[in-house]
């Protein structure tokens, strides 16, 4: 249906739905969803699926840790009694408050630390570090060992090695952790594909949405993973890039769904969820509504038609120089500097779609001096050639050097 034809706005639209851009989506019951079929039709809590060969089932909706959890508990508690029980977070994240406010509930709640599947990561690569790091998140979180524990944000399975595998063993030795992984969010899918051939990854957690999990290398990667026993976590899943879109393809998504009792968000879960080779999709949900309206779509999840599906198809051609996808092989290698277009490209998309503008900033506040100073001024005309999606790379990198000085 063409909303735009029948008068609609975009604006009109999205208000009519509850619908706010990516970070919001309506309460379950606003959703399509009923009392009697909440209660008697459907689960009362968040399915679970197998985490590769670990033999653990988890929960396919995950916390993900990246909000002010100190000062919002009750979202913890919520989570547990709607079965969200996959807990993802950071020993970076919000300067470690992610953490101490896990431990925090931790402490009030004792018995719900058996009933939780934690995740931490780490952004070390030694070893030395690495047990640092672990050593911290413990201590904050108010635990003896997390149940996996990943090396942060990789671009090639090559920063990982024996010392790395003898570190890990180390640690599960020991009790501190039960299993160990990384996560990549740059150069997906050769990172999935070499990690399916080491022989001691656990879990991984990789960008994965409905714009490129149809890609052939990303389903090789995925289902390499999937025979190797490696159990892998989506994040990014909406879909959202470095540029926003008003487009008629995002009416006709917006349209359709409503119109089938879920909203556009809670769609894009649902085509994730797809793939039974995907254990859990982790979400950052610092909102009852939106951990309400997530659960709701995992509660509900069915599979979508081929209508459903083409229509996302439809809406990723129509706006795919839109998206950074990540794959940062393709154009960085041709920059004299090493300016890493996919991480600018992934705090653009912090700021512009998610509104964490101060997580955007403070991250590119990080990258090197040195680095920051080339990044208005480098000549990304190859990069450009080389992106398969054809981003205009120079302009959003002038446009991220403004924004996020």
């Not at 909303?3 to 606003?30: C, E, M, N, Q, W």
């Not at 990943?150 to 599960?172: L, M, Q």
Request: proline letters at 4%; aromatic letters at 8%.
């Amino acid at each position: 249906m063409n909303y735009r034809k029948k008068g609609y706005t975009r604006r009109d639209f999205l208000k009519t739905a509850g619908v706010a851009g990516i970070g919001s989506v309506v309460a379950p019951y606003a959703a399509g969803i009923s009392r009697a079929e909440a209660s008697e039709n459907k689960p009362s809590r968040v399915p679970t699926r197998p985490f590769g060969k670990t033999g653990v089932q988890v929960s396919i909706l995950s916390l993900g840790g990246m909000f002010d959890i100190p000062s919002n508990q009750i979202i913890l508690r919520q989570a547990l009694g709607l079965g969200v029980t996959h807990w993802d977070t950071a020993n970076s994240y919000g300067y470690g408050q992610s953490e101490t406010g896990i431990g925090r509930f931790f402490q009030s709640n004792p018995d719900a630390r058996q009933q939780i599947f934690l995740v931490t990561k780490s952004g070390e690569r030694s070893p030395s570090g690495l047990t640092r790091m672990l050593d911290t998140s413990l201590e904050r979180m108010n635990t003896s060992y997390v149940d996996l524990f990943f090396v942060h944000g990789i671009r090639r399975v090559s920063e990982i090695d024996n010392k790395t595998r003898a570190w890990a063993e180390d640690a599960k030795s020991k009790g501190k952790i039960r299993f160990f992984g990384f996560s990549t969010h740059n150069n997906m899918e050769n990172c999935l594909l070499d990690a399916s051939k080491l022989g001691w990854i656990d879990g991984i957690m990789m960008t994965y949405n409905f714009r490129i999990m149809h890609s052939d290398t990303m389903k090789r990667a995925v289902a390499a993973c999937r025979d190797a026993g490696i159990g892998l976590t989506a994040m990014k899943t909406q879909g959202g890039g470095p540029v926003r879109t008003d487009s008629e393809a995002e009416l006709e998504i917006a349209g359709h769904f409503v119109q089938k009792g879920f909203t556009p968000e809670q769609a894009k879960l649902m085509a994730v969820w797809e793939n039974r080779d995907i254990s859990n999709i982790c979400s950052q949900m610092p909102s009852m509504n939106l951990l309400s309206a997530n659960a709701a779509a995992a509660m509900r999840w069915k599979s979508l038609t081929t209508s459903d599906l083409r229509l996302f198809e439809n809406y990723d051609h129509e706006t795919a120089s839109d998206y950074c996808a990540g794959c940062s092989q393709f154009c960085e290698p041709v920059l004299k500097d090493s300016i890493p277009i996919c991480d600018v490209m992934r705090y653009l998309m912090y700021a512009r779609n998610y509104g964490d503008k101060e997580l955007a900033v403070t991250l590119f506040q990080e990258i090197p001096s040195n680095v920051k100073h080339q990044i208005p001024r480098a000549d990304y005309s190859e990069a450009e050639k080389r992106c398969p999606r054809h981003l205009a790379i120079g302009q959003l990198m002038k446009e991220a050097a403004s924004e996020l000085a």
